[in-house]
């Protein structure tokens, strides 16, 4: 498992936190640009954020686009087997993420549809608020333990 806890961030995740500077979801863009999480996406993620973005959402686009390098990485999609192997943990549609998110060796797949998967092995499913309460608790945990120690 990786040293930083990593968060695989679905596309509604990617789009909510380009559309607002204020809500949760932008705040895992901040965390992971920091370095404090590693926070990552699938090509076929990149791919149905733009997508998104550009039909729904353009202005969100150009935020996106200035936001993803700096904060994302970008993992590799499933192949079909490890979709096929992935299937019974998630909605039909939602497979490829689940599927990613366990190929990128996530900790936490952060998405607002935490209904449409089902309990991956080894992968907890959050709301991206519930991911950052997480963050938050794990950093005053470190803040504390620091000033004890001097």
């Given at each position: 498992m990786p040293s930083r806890l990593r968060l695989f961030l679905d596309a509604d995740v990617v789009i909510a936190g380009s559309a607002s500077p204020d809500g949760a979801s932008h705040a895992l863009?901040?965390?992971?640009?920091?370095?404090?999480?590693?926070?990552?996406?699938?090509p076929g993620v990149l791919t149905e954020v733009?997508?998104?973005?550009?039909?729904?959402?353009?202005?969100?686009?150009?935020?996106?686009?200035?936001?993803?390098?700096?904060?994302?990485?970008v993992g590799l999609d499933p192949d079909e087997q490890g979709t096929i192997r992935?299937?019974?943990?998630a909605h039909a549609k939602d497979v490829h993420v689940v599927a990613?998110?366990?190929?990128?060796?996530?900790?936490?797949?952060v998405t607002f549809n935490v209904r449409h998967f089902y309990s991956?092995?080894?992968?907890i499913v959050l709301?991206?608020?519930?991911?950052?309460?997480?963050?938050?608790?794990?950093?005053?945990?470190?803040?504390?333990d620091s000033s004890e120690s001097t």
């Open positions: 863009f901040q965390v992971a640009e920091l370095g404090l999480v590693e926070a990552w996406i699938s733009r997508r998104n973005l550009l039909q729904k959402l353009p202005r969100g686009l150009p935020i996106f686009e200035e936001l993803w390098p700096k904060s994302l990485q992935y299937a019974a943990y990613a998110a366990i190929q990128a060796q996530a900790n936490w797949l991956p092995p080894g992968l709301r991206p608020g519930d991911a950052v309460q997480r963050i938050r608790g794990v950093i005053g945990r470190l803040a504390a």
